[in-house]
C-alpha cells in the first residue's frame, strides 16, 4: 500500500519512541518497562504531561524527540491516535505498531478513526501493524512489544503470524512451557494496514525463520489474488500451516465482533490453500505439533513408514489414521527381520508396527537400529508409554532417561530418516521423553493420531515440492 517495503524496523529498530508510556500498572506499563530496559536501542518515552518515566526522560510530543525514530509505538486511548499519527508523519516515522483497542472491532466511531490514521499513513509512507493487537517478537534480538517474559523463551526456527493478540501471547506461553523454539511472532489485529501477505513476503526472505505459522480470520477485501500468489510461491521455499476460525456462521460472526474481519466463505478458502501448497489444520493442536515435525524433521526419502511400541492399541490407533489418511506401513526387508528376531522374546510382533510390550526397555535401542537400517522406512514412529508404576518410587522406581539416551545415539545415526516419539499418559514419562528428545530435536508429540497427521504432511509437502520442481524442469 505504501513505498516503504521494508520491514527489519519493526524487529530490530534502533531507536524507538513509546507514545503514552506509562509507569503506572495498567495496560502499556509492561511494554514501556522492558523497552525501556534496553540498551541496545535509543528509548523515547513520549507523554504530554509527564517529564520522566521510570527515571527516563519524557517528551511531550514525538516531534520534541532530538533524533530520527525508526518504531513508534502507540499506548494511547484511540481518540489521541489520529494525531499521534499526525505527529508521526511530521518526524519522518516510517513504522508504527497500534497497540490500542477502540477502533474497528468495537463500532462506527472507532472505525472512522481506524480509517483516519490508515490515511494519514499511506499519505506519509508509513507501514502501520495493527490496532488492538499486541505486535511483535524477535528472539534473535529479545526485542518485544508484547506483555510477556521475553528470557522464558527459548530461540528457534518458527515463526507465528496471528489475527489475534492474545493468542498469539497464548502462543508464546505455550512455546516458553515447553521449551519451543520460535523466530519471530506477530500479531495483526485489525491489519488496518500491514497484513500476512506483507508478512509472508518478509518471513520468505527471514533466515531464522523454517516455518511459518498463521492463525487467520478472515482476509482483507481486495486481496484475494495477491493472498494467491504469496501463497504459492513462499510455500516453495518453507512450510505455511494456516489455521483458520469463522469457519460456522457463528463463528464468522465471534471474528466479526472480535477484529472487524470478514470471514469470507470456507469452501473457495480451503480450495484456495490446496492450490498453493499451504497445509492447513484443524486445531491449535495440530498447528503446534506440525510445526515441531516440520521445523526439526528432513523430508522422508522414500514412503514406508514404521512403527516401534510398547502398546499394542496405540499402534493400532496409529495404523487407523494412518491408513485414513491414505499412508502405508513399510514392508521390512527380511534382513531386517532377522535382526529384530534374533533379539525379541517370542511373544513380541515383530511385523510392522512392531509391538515389543514391555521389551521395549530391554531391546529398543537394537530394534530400532535394524528398523532404521531398513531402506524401505522413510519414517520411523516410536511409541513409548510405559504404565506410571515404571518410574514410581513405590513401583519399580526407574529413571527412564538413560534407557531413551540409549535409544538416541542410536537415532543419531540416523538422522537423514525422519524420527518422531509419541509418550502419553504419566506425567514423569513424558518429562523423561521430552528431557531426553525434544532438546535434541526429536520432536515428542502425545497424541498419536495427531502423530500420523503430522508424518502424512510430511509426505504431502514433499510430493507438492517435488510436483513443482518437475514442472518447472519441464
Known amino acids: 500500500m505504501q513505498t516503504d517495503t521494508s520491514f527489519e524496523a519493526f524487529f530490530s529498530p534502533k531507536s524507538v519512541a513509546i507514545i503514552g508510556a506509562s509507569e503506572k500498572l495498567r495496560f502499556g506499563y509492561f511494554v514501556t518497562k522492558s523497552i525501556l530496559a534496553r540498551t541496545d536501542m535509543k528509548v523515547y518515552p513520549v507523554h504530554i504531561h509527564a517529564d520522566q518515566i521510570m527515571g527516563v526522560k519524557a517528551y511531550k510530543s514525538i516531534n520534541d524527540v532530538p533524533d530520527s525514530v525508526d518504531l513508534a509505538i502507540f499506548l494511547v486511548p484511540s481518540e489521541a491516535a489520529p494525531n499521534a499519527m499526525r505527529e508521526c508523519a511530521e518526524k519522518g516515522v516510517k513504522h508504527v505498531i497500534v497497540l490500542s483497542a477502540g477502533f474497528a472491532e468495537v463500532d462506527q466511531v472507532g472505525a472512522q478513526r481506524q480509517q483516519e490514521i490508515v490515511e494519514i499513513a499511506n499519505k506519509n509512507g508509513i507501514r502501520v501493524i495493527g490496532p488492538n493487537c499486541v505486535g511483535v517478537t524477535n528472539l534473535s534480538n529479545r526485542f518485544t512489544t508484547a506483555e510477556i517474559d521475553i528470557n522464558s523463551l527459548k530461540e528457534g526456527n518458527v515463526a507465528f503470524i496471528a489475527q489475534s493478540g492474545i493468542f498469539g501471547t497464548v502462543i508464546i506461553d505455550w512455546a516458553a512451557a515447553n521449551e519451543f523454539g520460535l523466530s519471530k511472532v506477530i500479531t495483526l489485529g485489525n491489519k488496518c494496514d500491514v497484513d500476512e501477505i506483507d508478512l509472508l513476503n518478509y518471513l520468505e526472505k527471514d533466515e531464522e ?19 494467491i500468489e504469496t501463497f504459492e510461491r513462499v510455500t516453495k521455499k ?9 469457519r460456522t456462521e457463528t463463528g464468522a460472526r465471534a471474528v466479526k465482533s472480535h477484529t472487524g474481519s470478514l470471514a469470507g466463505d470456507d469452501r473457495i478458502f480451503d480450495a484456495v490453500l490446496k492450490q498453493t501448497g499451504a497445509i492447513r489444520v484443524d486445531s491449535v493442536e495440530e498447528l503446534l505439533d506440525f510445526a515441531k515435525v516440520l521445523a526439526t524433521q528432513p523430508l522422508p526419502e522414500v514412503e514406508g513408514v514404521a512403527i516401534i511400541t510398547n502398546s499394542g492399541s496405540l499402534a493400532a490407533m496409529t495404523c487407523d489414521e494412518l491408513e485414513k489418511q491414505g499412508m502405508k506401513l513399510a514392508q521390512f526387508e527380511s534382513e531386517t527381520m532377522e535382526k529384530m528376531k534374533k533379539v525379541a522374546p517370542y511373544w513380541t510382533s515383530i511385523k510392522n508396527p512392531v509391538d515389543i510390550g514391555p521389551a521395549m ?8 537400529e535394524a528398523v ?7 519414517c520411523l514412529f516410536i511409541i513409548s508409554s510405559p504404565p506410571g508404576m515404571v518410574v514410581k518410587p513405590h513401583g519399580m522406581g526407574l529413571d527412564l532417561v538413560p534407557f531413551y539416551k540409549v535409544y538416541k545415539r542410536v537415532i543419531d545415526k540416523h538422522r537423514e530418516k525422519t524420527i518422531i516419539i509419541s509418550s502419553f499418559g504419566d506425567h514423569d514419562i513424558i518429562k523423561a521423553a521430552r528431557e ?15 502423530a500420523a497427521r503430522a508424518i502424512t504432511t510430511l509426505y504431502r509437502y514433499k510430493r507438492y515440492l517435488e510436483k513443482n520442481n518437475k514442472n518447472q524442469e519441464s
Open 209 to 227: 525463520t523454517k516455518v511459518i505459522c498463521l492463525y487467520l480470520e478472515g482476509i482483507k477485501e481486495g486481496r484475494g489474488r495477491k493472498f
Open 436 to 450: 531426553v528428545f525434544e532438546k535434541s530435536g526429536i520432536p515428542l508429540i502425545n497424541s498419536v493420531q495427531n
Open 372 to 378: 532404521l537400517k531398513d531402506k524401505n522406512v522413510g
Open 361 to 368: 526397555l530391554q531391546i529398543g535401542s537394537q530394534v530400532l
Open 238 to 246: 518453507k512450510p505455511v500451516l494456516v489455521l483458520k476460525s469463522g
